[in-house]
């Protein structure tokens, strides 16, 4: 038993640089405290003393912030950080060495007695606000972005953005694609990196990732007119930098060389 508590105040440590002491983790960690407080309660849960057991869930609610049904399923390592408002259903299941953060609800979508929560793989991050909604089947490795909401299964080691939740590709990816659709309309979004927390780079970004979707579409909508006979071309003209320039110049933009 101190071998596992070891090794959990060890992954603590690992995920929280805030953590200074064993002790403090003990002491002052509501996650930890709701976790063991869970353990308990979902012992008697399955000793049928069912009363008692959401009793002690209540009790820990009050303490921590954080209600766990007793009957939910947890795997080793859950990290709960922070926690006020986490929420985890009577028929949730999570693996080994997930993290969960504040606002987080692991939430059903029907009133029938079944398997009406999600199920979480091992080392599952979810964001902060997010809410994964039904009996889905969340992937190992999964990240869930803060306030995304998730109502559909995920593969593994996938990274899950927005409202609804949407798979996103890995960051290389996604840099490949921004420059081949820039390349095609002929822009240069300043060369700026995906990574750069510049806002207007973000915002560009955003926008060929709006783009994108279009062009797929347009595609998909010439493909099945050609197979009707209707020839139609999708060819673009070249977005001139220089246009772009005296458009920022004349509005009284800075210009960015």
Known sequence: MFRDLRAYIDSVFERDPAARSTLEILTTYPGVHALAIHRLAHRLWHWKLRWLARLLSHLGRLLTGIEIHPGARIGRGLFIDHGMGVVIGETAEIGDDCTLYHGVTLGGTTWQREKRHPTLGNNVVVGAGAKILGPVVIGDNVRIGSNSVVTKDVPANATVVGIPGRVIPPARQRRAEHEALARRIG???????????????????????????????????????????????????????????????????????
């Open 187 to 257: 822009f240069d979004a300043y060369g700026q990196p995906q990574e750069s927390p510049d806002p207007v780079s973000h915002a560009i970004h955003r926008i060929l990732d709006q783009l994108q979707r279009v062009d797929e579409r347009l595609t998909n909508l010439a493909k099945t007119l050609e197979e009707k006979g209707i020839k139609v071309d999708l060819s673009l003209p070249a977005l001139e930098r220089r246009e772009l320039e005296e458009g920022d110049t004349a509005s009284g933009g800075e210009r960015r060389e």
